[in-house]
């Protein structure tokens, strides 16, 4: 089994911003923040599948990359996942295009059901994660969010899509790239 996903590797645009959050939260946000080459957005979190299923991934993704345009996007604003009562995940959001981001991340779920594959029922949300949080101060966690609510940290085109192989280690993830597409649609 093969435990992959459907995303876009970022530039390194945010790298400059997060390691200034980083800073200012090392003293109240516990947890692992993501390496600069691991941020990515991911469109579709598929799980483990058999090796068998993947080149049928592959060529479904391929058809989607085939039917969108390059998109761009400004990274703008931090936000928590679930919510400020039981923050998990610390990211970065997208202020511009997200309705393009939507369409193409549901013609990803949209092809890869057709396979068979289902996925959990959390809706799409564009964001670049930059942090898996352990233990936080919530007070000062609402008052970095508040701070950065109208910031606006870089641009980046999503030119292609990934199949990624997300293999859990002791010190994270290790993401490959099976294939990779460009958006030409």
């Known amino acids: 089994m093969l435990r992959v996903f459907v995303g876009f590797f970022s ?8 390691e200034r959050i980083k800073e200012q939260a090392d003293d109240f946000i516990k947890g692992k923040w993501v390496e600069p080459q691991n941020y990515h957005m991911t469109f579709h979190f598929i799980g483990d599948v058999s090796e068998g299923m993947i080149m049928d991934i592959i060529k479904g993704v391929q058809e989607v990359a085939q039917r969108h345009k390059a998109i761009k996007v400004k990274y703008k604003s931090l936000g928590v996942f679930p919510d400020i009562e039981r923050a998990r995940v610390l990211w970065i959001g997208v202020a511009e ?12 779920y949209t092809t890869n059901r ?7 029922s959390k809706p799409f949300h564009p964001h670049i994660t930059i942090c898996r949080i352990k ?6 966690l609402k008052a970095l969010l508040r701070k950065y609510e109208n910031t606006f940290f870089a641009e980046d085109q999503i030119d292609r899509i990934s199949v990624i192989r997300s293999s859990l280690t002791s010190v994270g993830p290790i993401y490959s790239v099976l294939e990779e597409f460009y958006l030409n649609g």
């Not at 530039?11 to 997060?18: D, L, N, P, R, S």
């Not at 233990?135 to 000062?140: C, F, G, L, T, V």
């Open 11 to 18: 530039t390194k645009t945010i790298q400059e911003h997060v």
């Open 97 to 108: 295009n997200g309705e393009s981001l939507r369409n193409l991340a549901k013609d990803i």
């Open 114 to 120: 057709k396979l068979g594959i289902k996925s959990d």
């Open 135 to 140: 233990e936080y101060d919530r007070r000062r």
